[in-house]
C-alpha cells in the first residue's frame, strides 16, 4: 500500500511516519502532484499557523491537489483545520471541503488554559474511523481553535465547550487530536484509516 504524507511548511510529519512504521507502512513525504495522487491513502497532517499554512498550499497548488483527492484523506490538527471553510486564525479562507468555521477557543475561567494542551476524551464515535475504539477512549490535544459541531462530526469532545473532534465528508477524514500520539485508541484510528 503506497501512503503520501503531504509536505508542506507545517511541523510534526516526523511522529506521523514512526507511527505509520509501527505499523508496517514506509510513507512517502511529498508536495508532488503525482506521487501524492497516486498514493493509495493521502495524510494531510500539521501544526502550525494557518496563514502561513495555506498561503504555502497555494504557492505550491496544493490547494488544489487537495480538493481533487478521490482516495482516503486523512488530515490531522491543523490539517484537519485547514480542511475547513475559515479559520478565525488570520482570519483565513481555508479549503472549503467541510463548509465548517473553524474558531478560537474563549473562556474567562483561569483553570481553563488556551491551547488545550494533553488527554481529553472523545465521545459520539461514529462510522468505520472509529472501528474497535471504545467511547470515552483518551487522546492527545495540542490546539487553540476548534470545529463547530456540525452534521460532518463523527467524533465529540468537550474543552470550554463541546466541539467536533473528528470529522468525515466522503473520502475526506479528519481528526483534531493526534493519533500518533494517541497511544493505544490513536494507533487503533490508524489502522482503521489505512483499511478503508
Known amino acids: 500500500m503506497k501512503v503520501a504524507v503531504i509536505k508542506y511548511n507545517a511541523g510534526n510529519i516526523q511522529s506521523v511516519l514512526f507511527a505509520l512504521e509501527r ?32 498561503q504555502h498550499l497555494k504557492e505550491h497548488k496544493l490547494d488544489i491537489l487537495i480538493k481533487e ?11 484537519m483545520q ?8 488570520g482570519n483565513t479562507p481555508c479549503l472549503n471541503i467541510f463548509p465548517i468555521q473553524i474558531k478560537k477557543f474563549k473562556t474567562e475561567n483561569a483553570l481553563l488554559k488556551i491551547p488545550q494542551i494533553g488527554w481529553n476524551t472523545v465521545y459520539d464515535l461514529k462510522g468505520k474511523l472509529f472501528n474497535k475504539i ?15 459541531i456540525s452534521e460532518y462530526g463523527i467524533a465529540s469532545t468537550e474543552y470550554i465547550l463541546q466541539y467536533s ?22 494507533e487503533q484510528l490508524l489502522r482503521n484509516f489505512l483499511e478503508l
Not at 513525504?29 to 495524510?43: M, R
Not at 471504545?134 to 463547530?148: G, K, L, P, R, T
Open 165 to 186: 473532534s473528528a470529522l468525515n465528508k466522503n473520502n475526506f477524514y479528519a481528526a483534531q487530536f493526534h493519533p500518533e500520539k494517541s497511544a493505544n485508541a490513536g
Open 134 to 148: 471504545d467511547s470515552e477512549s483518551y487522546m492527545y490535544f495540542v490546539h487553540s481553535y476548534y470545529a463547530e
Open 23 to 54: 505499523l508496517g507502512i514506509d510513507a512517502v513525504v511529498s508536495e508532488n502532484p503525482e506521487e501524492i495522487k497516486s498514493a493509495d491513502k493521502v495524510i494531510f497532517p500539521g501544526v502550525g499557523e494557518a496563514g502561513s499554512a495555506m
Open 69 to 79: 483527492l478521490k482516495q482516503p484523506v486523512l488530515g490531522i490538527c491543523l490539517g
Open 82 to 89: 485547514l480542511l475547513c471553510a475559515h479559520s478565525e486564525e
